[in-house]
């Protein structure tokens, strides 16, 4: 590759260098609104396009469309066949959307890419027979979806594809050898878990056939009813960070050891159905890929009126004591959503001040500003505020993702069922976008990428065109993203890494080394970014693996 790249760049001249730049519609700038903006520190909040579905799930596919999946139930958009769809392709360039048929009934599932770019979409619940549609019983399906740019991908659905239990909200997260951890769950759609129906095992995905279902004790009775949808992140050292309740440990999921069992998290359950939400911190080669969580929100009780939490709580695994060291949230908040930004800062919008999880109108009073955490700042500076709102309540059922182009989409919001577009808080279609104060800097101007590698080796160095603004002192990032697989304040899989890097002295290229070992960003796809005083590129699709 590295030869490869010295070659390639020895032929390199000019008027190729301009061509790039006039193709790009960066060039002449993100910031469009003028030297007056209030943008450059609020950023902004525009609806525009529907989902079609009610946007339960949400994964991106690609750079351009977003897979959404919801429960077999009613919706707006409907097959030809005249029955209601539960699953959507959306396109970020024109917010329109391609309906998708599927078999099984995927409410409250989860997912996660395979290694080879294979979205899995695993559990779920009864079978419906109401509105048209014959959905039949999800609870062990394991789905298939192939990503597609041209408008012909759909869902695969084999009967011989099972899961060993049933799974209703359980966890999945993509592993360094390219497959993946299915977690938990109950057998039952339900609103509280209990005993008769909890699933406290672990299986993966494809199956290993030695290791079968794999009893797992920390999902019975020191988590319950706490523990549907447990957290759960890969580390660097290649254990698993696993957090229900308010408790955590380290597990070696190979080996079926807890490590280490890590301190109670202070104050109220952070799981489903109080629902607080939770980020793995961007994974840094200056402090050797320390992990970091940071846990965020929650409420009170299960009941209609009970406060939401306003705190977060973040703990570092790597030190010789790991603690809990407790913060603010800002606004309180249950149902919270956590995205990595495209510079690394976390983004936290969507959910609510009081109620729990669930339908019926147990969720209230919408917290309608986004903060945005900045985990490198220290204690007391890290929460920017002063942010674009919105004016649309989105609650339980709600996702967020973090864009190519370094938006953040929003969705979703259903906690009526069946779906209800006249209730007070009403089934939502309607599609966000929150454009953080970073694309509207007016210098220095937007990095800009060419030429990248489309497929990188672990540890590989490659070598590719930049632009960057000349006027601005050096202050560039090199960092890598995995959106993730969003659903119920989960983003399973969600992970940033910074990348080791090194700018020519012409300032027209930049070597970028890849993330050395899988454990720090299993393999598969993600999104490149360069950040030059804080303001990010547009993300450039990178597949990194094992082997050319
Ligand atoms: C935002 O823009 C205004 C107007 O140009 C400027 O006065 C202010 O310093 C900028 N703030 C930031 C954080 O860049
Ligand atoms: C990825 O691997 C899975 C499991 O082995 C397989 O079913 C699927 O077809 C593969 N996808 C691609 C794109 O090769
Ligand atoms: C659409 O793209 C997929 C790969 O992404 C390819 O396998 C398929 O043949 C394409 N179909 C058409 C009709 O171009
Ligand atoms: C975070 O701060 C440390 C210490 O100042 C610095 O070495 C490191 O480069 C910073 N990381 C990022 C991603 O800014
Ligand atoms: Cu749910």
Partial sequence: MILFTFLWLSSFSLPIFAQFLSDNPFVSSSFSNGPDSTF???????????????????????????????????NEAQLDSGVSAYSCEYHIDTNTYRTLALQTNTFCSAGGFLGNGTMISTGGAEGVGKWGLKAKKGHQAVRHFEPCLNNTCEWQEYSANRMTNDRWYPTVEQLPTGDLLILGGSTVGTKVNRDEINVP?????????????????????????????????????GHLFIFASTKSIIFDYENNVVVKELPDLPGVPRSYPLTGGAVLLPLDPANDYQAEILICGGSERMNANSKADATCGRINLDAPTPRW????????????????????????????????????????????????????????????????????????????LTLPDGRVWIAGSNNNDPPDVNAEYPTEFRVEYFSPPYLYQPSPARP????????????????????LDAAHDEDIKVGLLRTGFSTHSLHMSQRYVFLEHTVAPHRQSIHVTAPPRPTLFPPGKGFLYIIHGGVPSKGVEVDIQLSE
């Fill in 448 to 467: 800009l990428l060419s030429h990248v590698p489309p497929r990188w080796v672990y540890g590989a160095t490659v070598e590719f065109l930049v632009h």
């Fill in 201 to 237: 095992s672990y299986e993966f995905w494809p199956p290993r056939p030695s290791r079968g279902k794999v009893h797992f004790p920390f999902l019975e009775a020191t988590t319950m009813p706490y523990n549907l949808y447990p957290f759960v992140f890969l580390l660097p050292n």
């Fill in 40 to 74: 450059n520190t609020s950023g902004t909040m525009i609806q525009t396009g529907r989902t079609g579905v009610t946007a339960m799930h949400a994964v991106l596919l690609n750079e351009n469309n977003i897979l959404i999946i919801d429960k077999a139930e009613w």
């Fill in 325 to 400: 060291e407790m913060d603010t949230f800002v606004y309180p908040r249950l149902m919270p959503d956590g995205v990595l930004l495209a510079d690394g800062s976390v983004a936290w919008v969507n959910g609510c001040q009081r109620g729990w999880a669930g339908y019926k109108q147990r969720n209230h009073d919408p917290t309608f500003t986004p903060v945005i955490y900045h985990p490198n700042h220290s204690l007391k500076h890290r929460w920017q505020t002063g942010l674009a709102e919105t004016t649309i309540a989105r609650m339980y059922h709600s996702v967020a």
